[in-house]
């Protein structure tokens, strides 16, 4: 992102931690890594395992590995998680999300 006095660059792991921190507004999901859930210290330390960032000049693409919970309307939920990722993203950062890709990988059952 250029502007009249000099560029600005977002890293893609505060992108990433951005969008987990929206993951958090919807309930009904949570990010997976690798089999174990994160928590926020993590995601500030080295990014949010379980999301990838790809950037393209001002141009976002965000795919989400997530487990949901049992009962919930998996296309519902995962629509809303869709909405506020790109919301905060693009609010935050000031740049445009092109997608956000979700992969329900695991069906929470408590």
Same mark, same amino acid.
């Given at each position: 992102?250029?502007?009249?006095?000099?560029?600005?660059?977002?890293?893609?792991? /505060?992108?990433? $931690?951005?969008?987990?921190?929206? /993951?958090?507004?919807?309930?009904?999901?949570?990010?997976?890594?690798?089999? =174990?859930?994160?928590? =926020?210290?993590?995601?500030?330390?080295?990014?949010?395992?379980?999301?990838?960032?790809?950037?393209?000049?001002?141009?976002?693409?965000?795919?989400?590995?997530?487990? $949901?919970?049992?009962?919930?309307?998996?296309?519902? /939920?995962?629509?809303?998680?869709?909405?506020?990722?790109?919301?905060? /993203?693009?609010? =935050?950062?000031? =740049?445009?999300?092109?997608?956000?890709?979700?992969? $329900?990988?695991?069906?929470?059952?408590?």
């Amino acid at each position: 992102m250029a502007d009249r006095l000099g560029e600005i660059r977002v890293a893609d792991q /505060v992108i990433a $931690v951005i969008a987990g921190v929206a /993951v958090e507004e919807v309930l009904e999901v949570s990010v997976r890594s690798r089999g =174990l859930y994160q928590d =926020l210290a993590k995601k500030m330390n080295g990014g949010a395992k379980g999301i990838t960032v790809f950037m393209t000049d001002d141009r976002v693409t965000i795919d989400m590995r997530v487990s $949901v919970r049992y009962g919930s309307p998996i296309h519902h /939920v995962c629509y809303l998680l869709q909405e506020k990722v790109k919301e905060a /993203v693009e609010a =935050l950062t000031g =740049l445009i999300v092109e997608a956000v890709n979700v992969r $329900v990988e695991t069906v929470e059952v408590k």
